[in-house]
């Protein structure tokens, strides 16, 4: 089984840009989350996706949005860039047959 | 929402020794989960381990759901080991995320 991809591996981004990350979750899942890891913490749950709804979100702003679609694969956007957003973007799928959650290798974004 | 803590936050030990970290959580779950970020940031899954006991190799895991903890037990420790652990839980309660805690640092020397 394939297992949770994440893209681009690494991003620069100058301060008031908008960037959009993406995440094909692994096969069988349909729950798709995104995470905020800034250096020396534990990740922070952004928001999650279940059947291209919305379904539970942390908090963070509302420039933070996202979309999720019928392969399960998702987008996270994030307009208006601060430096404080740079960080490790983690997305993780998971099903409700199996609460395990599988994460990708992230993207990391740095703001400039 | 859920806390969750872990303990200790750093560990440095020899290689060829062993080692428990300890992760408390706060309310009732349904789904607790101890990972290794390697390096390269990669959350590598370890364990899903909402009770009970499991082992895998050199590694093993007990939660006491009733005493709302859980401990990763580490065995004959390589420098491969090296890395931070992360125990992460969802609550029965509110939303279905899983949070995490704030991780310990685990450093093997040769």
């Known amino acids: 089984e394939t297992g949770v991809t994440q893209s681009p591996t690494h991003l620069i981004k100058t301060r008031g840009q908008q960037v959009t990350l993406r995440c094909s979750s692994q096969?069988?899942?349909?729950?798709v989350s995104w995470y905020q890891q800034a250096l020396g913490q534990g990740p922070q749950f952004i928001f999650q996706?279940?059947?291209?709804?919305?379904?539970g979100r942390g908090n963070f702003p509302p420039r933070f949005s996202g979309l999720q679609f019928p392969n399960y694969s998702s987008e996270l956007n994030v307009n208006a860039l601060e430096l404080d957003d740079s960080a490790l973007y983690l997305c993780?799928?998971?099903?409700?047959?199996?609460?395990?959650?599988?994460f990708g290798s992230g993207t990391r974004l740095t703001v400039v | 929402g859920i806390q969750v803590e872990q303990s200790p936050p750093d560990l440095i030990l020899q290689e060829g020794a062993n080692s428990t970290l300890r992760c408390n959580f706060s309310?009732?779950?349904?789904?607790l989960q101890w990972f290794h970020q390697n390096p390269w940031g990669q959350l590598i899954n370890l364990f899903y381990?909402?009770?009970g006991t499991k082992q895998n190799g050199r590694l093993s895991a007990t939660t006491v759901a009733t005493e709302r903890y859980s401990l990763l037990y580490i065995s004959s420790s390589q420098t491969t080991d090296s890395g931070v652990y992360f125990c992460?839980?969802?609550?029965?309660?509110?939303?279905?995320?899983?949070?995490f805690g704030t991780g310990t640092r685990l450093t093997i020397i040769p």
């Open positions: 993780a799928s998971s099903s409700p047959a199996n609460y395990g959650y599988t």
């Open positions: 096969s069988g899942h349909n729950t």
């Open positions: 996706y279940y059947r291209e709804e919305e379904n």
């Open positions: 309310d009732s779950v349904n789904n």
């Open positions: 381990i909402p009770s």
């Open positions: 992460a839980a969802v609550s029965n309660f509110g939303n279905e995320k899983l949070t």
